[in-house]
C-alpha cells in the first residue's frame, strides 16, 4: 500500500494524526502489560483497515502497522503511564419504535451482526455473550459479557466479566425522535485498561479511533439492519486486486 | 468476467475480474446490456476525486438483464430488462421516504469514512470512489445491484436499449434539475452545458412547461443538438464574451427565471471544461469551475432560482452575497433518481422524451480505455461513449 497514493482525506489523516500525535507524546514508559496492550490494539486496528479496503482503511491499516512496528521495536519496556481510560459514545436515529429496537437488541443472533466488523460473538444465553477479536499472527483478544440491566424501549446495559483481556463496559440507551423520526440511539462503550493501568497513550489512541471505527460502525450497522434487514457491504465486490474483503 | 477497471490516475486497463454474486437477500445480478460514459468518471480518471483504489471497476450509467435474485427481492425477477439509476438507496429509511433517495441513510458501506467530509454521509453511487460507497460499476459484464425492488425499473415494451440507457443517470438528474426550477407558465430558464446532463435539463425544463430554454456551452456540435432535439436558444460563449448582456437582452431586461449549473464536475466531460483539461492544475480548476457558476448567479432574475447539478468541491470567492440580496433561492443535489424514472419512463414511452441521440458513439468493454481517451478530448464530437459489454 502506497501511503502517497491519493487516498487521504479529513476522514483518515484526522485518525492517523491522532495516532501519530499519541505516539509522538505517549508516555516514555509502559510497563510490559501496556505494550501488550498496544501491541494488541495495534493488531486490532491493522486487522480492521485491512478488512475494509477502502482509503480510510488503507490509512488506518496503517495507524496500526504503525502501532505494533513501534511497540515491536521498543527495545526495553519502561514504566509509569498514569492510569487512563476510554469512553466514547455516539448516537444515531433509527426509524423504528424504542420497544423494536430493544426487542432487536436483545434477539439472538442481531449483536453477532451490528459488532461483525469489530468482533466475533457467541451469544451463550440471552444474557451472556463471548466476544473475540483477531489480530495478526493468530492472536486474539477476548471476553465474555454479562447483560446487567435491560429495560425495554429504553437501554440494554452490559460489562465484561472478570478475566477480560481488556475490561469493558456498554449500553445502548433509547428515546423517541420527534416527529415520524423514530428513536435517537446512543451508545457508549468504555474500557478499562487490564489490571486498571491502561496507559495514557493507549487511551487517547482508543479515544480519537474508537468512536468512528467501532462505535460510529456498529451504529450505522445496526440502524441499517434495523431498518432494511442488511447491512450494506462490499463483501465479495469484483475488483483487479486480490480480495481481502 | 471482463471489466474496465480504474489502475491510477489516467490509467485505464480491461482486466478479468471475479464474477459477482448475491451477498444481501435484497441484491440482484445483473447482466449489463448498456454502459456509458459520464463526465465525472474523468475527475478520478484525472486524480482529481481520492479515495479510488487500483483494481476498481467503474462505471454508473447503464442497464441490464437480472440474472440472478436474492431471497428477498419481491418486484423485480429474473429476465426482467431494467434501467438502474447511479445512487444506490434502501427504500425504508427517512430520506428514501421523503423521496431524497440518494441521500439514503442505509447504502453506503463507508458512510463513517465519508461523513467528517460533508458533515454526514449519502448513499453509494456505483463504479465511483470509495468515500460514495466503493461498490464494483457498470462496465462490466455483470454487476451486483443491492435494493433491487428499489433501483431497478423495469423497461415497458417497445423502448429500444439507447433510448432507455441515459433514464439512468443523465436525465433523471436533468429532469431533477428542472424540477428544482418549479417553472411556472412563461418562465425561461438558462442551462449551462450542454452534455448529457444540460441536455436533459433543457428537455425536461420544455416537459416541464418553461415558455423558452436558452443554452450556454462553447462546442458548435453540441450547442446545435441543444438547437435540433430540444429547440433551445443557443449562446456559444467563445464567441460571445459578454454572456450576462445576451441574456439581459434576451430575456427583456428581467433575467432568465431560473438557471441551472450543469457544468460543475461534468465540465472536464463537456463544454467549458475543455479548457481545465489542458490546464491540469487543480487551483486553476477551482478557480475556473467558479465562473459557470458565477455567471448564473449574476444572470438570474431578482428571487428566481439557482439549480446546481454540477458537482463541486471547495469553492473560493463565492458570491453569497449577490444571491442573498436578490432573494435567490439555491436547489442542489445528487440525483434523486428512484423517484423520477416512473415519471421519465411515462414521458419515454409517449415519445416525449428520446435521449438516444447522446449515444455518439460505441465502443466494445475492450475499448474502454480508448473510449474514455476520446472522451475526455472530445475527439470526432463525442458526447457520450456508449459500452455494449
Not at chain 2, 422524451?353 to 474514455?372: C, I, K, M, Q, V
Request: charged residues 20%; hydrophobic residues 40%; aromatic residues 8%.
Amino acid at each position: 500500500m502506497d501511503a502517497g497514493s491519493p487516498l487521504g482525506g479529513p476522514a483518515t489523516s484526522g485518525i492517523a494524526d491522532a495516532l501519530k500525535g499519541t505516539l509522538s507524546r505517549g508516555a516514555g514508559k509502559a510497563s510490559q502489560e501496556q505494550r501488550r496492550v498496544t501491541l494488541i490494539l495495534g493488531g486490532v486496528l491493522l486487522t480492521l483497515g485491512l478488512r475494509r479496503i477502502s482509503f480510510g482503511g488503507v490509512a488506518l491499516a496503517l495507524a496500526g502497522g504503525a502501532l505494533l512496528y513501534r511497540e515491536l521495536a521498543r527495545r526495553s519496556g519502561q514504566a509509569g503511564a498514569e492510569t487512563n481510560m476510554a469512553e466514547v459514545a455516539r448516537s444515531i436515529t433509527i426509524g423504528k419504535s424504542a420497544d423494536e429496537l430493544h426487542r432487536f437488541w436483545r434477539e439472538g443472533g442481531y449483536l453477532p451482526r451490528v459488532m461483525g466488523h469489530f468482533a466475533e460473538i457467541t451469544e451463550t444465553d440471552m444474557d451472556q455473550a463471548h466476544w473475540t477479536v483477531r489480530v495478526p499472527g493468530g492472536r486474539s483478544l477476548s471476553w465474555d459479557t454479562q447483560v446487567v440491566e435491560s429495560r425495554p424501549g429504553e437501554l440494554v446495559r452490559w460489562q465484561s466479566l472478570p478475566g477480560a483481556d481488556l475490561p469493558n463496559w456498554g449500553e445502548m440507551r433509547l428515546r423517541p425522535a420527534p416527529g415520524d423520526r423514530g428513536t435517537e440511539v446512543t451508545l457508549r462503550l468504555h474500557f478499562q485498561p487490564p489490571g486498571g493501568t491502561l496507559g495514557a497513550a493507549v487511551a487517547r489512541a482508543l479515544n480519537g479511533l474508537v468512536p468512528s471505527l467501532l462505535v460510529g460502525d456498529a451504529l450505522r450497522r445496526f440502524k441499517s439492519l434495523a431498518e432494511t434487514g442488511e447491512i450494506p457491504t462490499l463483501d465479495r465486490n469484483p475488483s483487479a486486486r486480490a480480495s481481502t474483503a | 468476467m471482463r471489466a474496465l477497471c480504474w489502475e491510477g490516475v489516467n490509467d485505464l486497463r480491461v482486466q478479468t475480474v471475479p464474477d459477482p454474486v448475491i451477498v444481501n437477500p435484497h441484491d440482484v445480478i445483473l447482466r449489463i446490456t448498456m454502459s456509458t460514459t459520464c463526465g465525472s468518471d474523468l475527475h478520478f480518471i484525472d486524480g482529481y476525486v481520492p479515495s479510488m483504489l487500483p483494481g476498481d471497476v467503474i462505471g454508473h450509467e447503464f442497464m441490464g438483464v437480472v440474472e440472478d435474485v436474492g431471497p428477498e427481492v419481491k418486484k423485480v425477477k429474473k429476465g426482467d430488462r431494467v434501467v438502474v439509476p447511479s445512487f444506490v438507496a434502501c427504500g425504508d429509511c427517512w430520506y428514501c421516504q421523503h423521496d431524497l433517495y440518494s441521500l439514503c441513510d442505509n447504502t453506503n458501506p463507508n458512510a463513517e469514512l465519508q461523513a467528517p467530509l460533508l458533515g454526514y454521509p449519502t448513499g453509494a453511487c456505483f463504479g465511483y470512489t470509495h468515500a460514495f460507497g466503493g461498490y464494483a460499476g457498470s462496465h462490466a459484464q455483470y454487476m451486483r445491484v443491492p435494493h433491487a425492488d428499489v433501483g431497478c425499473f423495469q423497461v415497458p415494451e417497445g423502448l429500444r436499449d439507447e433510448q432507455v440507457l441515459f433514464l439512468s443517470d443523465a436525465a433523471p438528474t436533468g429532469y431533477m434539475g428542472a424540477d428544482f426550477c418549479d417553472i411556472k407558465p412563461g418562465d425561461i430558464v438558462a442551462v449551462w452545458g450542454c452534455g448529457g446532463v444540460g441536455l436533459m435539463a433543457q428537455q425536461s425544463a420544455f416537459l416541464l412547461g418553461a415558455e423558452r430554454v436558452i443554452a450556454i456551452d462553447r462546442f458548435p456540435e453540441r450547442l446545435k443538438m441543444a438547437r435540433d432535439h430540444i429547440g433551445s436558444e443557443t449562446i456559444n460563449y467563445v464567441e460571445t464574451p459578454d454572456v450576462l448582456a445576451v441574456l439581459h437582452e434576451m430575456t427583456g431586461g428581467r433575467g432568465p427565471d431560473a438557471c441551472i449549473d450543469a457544468v460543475g464536475m461534468e465540465a472536464y466531460g463537456t463544454g467549458p471544461g475543455y479548457l481545465y483539461d489542458k490546464a491540469k492544475q487543480t487551483l486553476r480548476l477551482v478557480t475556473d469551475r467558479g465562473q459557470a457558476l458565477r455567471q448564473a448567479i449574476m444572470a438570474v432574475r431578482k428571487g428566481g432560482t439557482l439549480s446546481i447539478l454540477g458537482v463541486y468541491g471547495v469553492m473560493d470567492k463565492f458570491p453569497i452575497g449577490v444571491l442573498m440580496n436578490k432573494g435567490v433561492t439555491v436547489r442542489t443535489a445528487q440525483q434523486h433518481g428512484q423517484h423520477y424514472l416512473p415519471r421519465l419512463l411515462e414521458h419515454a414511452v409517449k415519445g416525449e422524451l428520446d435521449p438516444s441521440y447522446l449515444a455518439t458513439h460505441r465502443f466494445s468493454l475492450e475499448d474502454g480505455p480508448r473510449a474514455y481517451a476520446m472522451f475526455k478530448n472530445k475527439e470526432d464530437g463525442i458526447v457520450r461513449a456508449v459500452f455494449t459489454p
